[in-house]
């Protein structure tokens, strides 16, 4: 199955936060606050990670792969085969590499959602607004939308409690249609191979690490 350039740029976390016709956010109950900040540190301490992914489309569309985090600035998410579609962050822009469609395009990393969790400080509320923090089972997911107002949809940030972690996020686009990602064993690791982050133009020899 391909991926939309659009399906890709929302599994990465986003088409970028936010609705201008919504109302401005009250502010948060005490208790809703200390889960963002809770949140915030955690993310803040999320320096090398490693999880297995599942992204599923608005059509019901599921795909998996593996993402690696590297803050601050790097991340990569490979996608199983059929697939041989590979996203890169290198610390300055983003990179979509098909590597069945020899397609290779860049993005800016600051213009891309990515940057919210790969920042050297990680700041919810830089750009973002907080519109709801829900609770859930097992944990509470935080919905946010562009605080600046130039893009319209929303995204929510899943965590689980007892230990905190984070467990996915779900992307509401402008038209109301979905893509949720879900993490699996994300887990701290270290010494991650600096060639993961190195984005390569597809060649007819050339195939994703």
């Known amino acids: 199955m391909s991926l939309t350039r659009r399906t890709i740029s929302l599994s990465l976390a986003a088409a970028v936060l936010g609705s201008g016709a919504l109302a401005a956010p009250a502010q948060l109950p005490p208790a809703d606050q200390a889960l963002v900040d809770q949140a915030t540190a955690y993310l803040q301490g999320l320096d090398e990670a490693k999880a297995r992914f599942t992204q599923t489309d608005s059509a019901g569309h ?4 593996t993402v690696w985090l590297k803050r601050p600035g790097k991340a990569r998410f490979q996608y199983d085969p059929p697939s041989e579609l590979v996203v890169i962050s290198d610390g300055a822009a983003v ?22 969790f790969l920042a ?7 750009g973002v607004a907080i ?20 893009t319209a949809g929303r995204l929510a940030l899943d965590f689980a409690e007892s230990p905190l972690r984070l467990t996915g996020w779900t992307v509401i686009d402008a038209q109301g249609r979905t893509t949720r990602v879900r993490l699996e ?18 060649t007819p020899t050339e195939r994703p690490l």
């Not at 050297?120 to 830089?126: E, K, Q, S, W």
């Not at 064993?185 to 597809?202: E, Q, T």
């Open 95 to 116: 990179t979509v590499a098909d590597f069945r469609l020899r397609s290779f395009t860049r993005y800016p990393l600051g213009a891309t959602p990515l940057s919210l």
């Open 185 to 202: 064993g994300l887990a701290r690791v270290s010494g991650l191979d600096a060639a993961l982050f190195l984005p390569k133009k597809p």
């Open 131 to 150: 519109t709801a923090v829900d609770h859930t089972a097992d944990g509470f997911t935080i919905v946010a939308r562009d605080g600046r107002g130039k």
């Open 62 to 65: 599921v795909t998996r792969g």
């Open 120 to 126: 050297r400080t990680i700041r919810l509320d830089r």
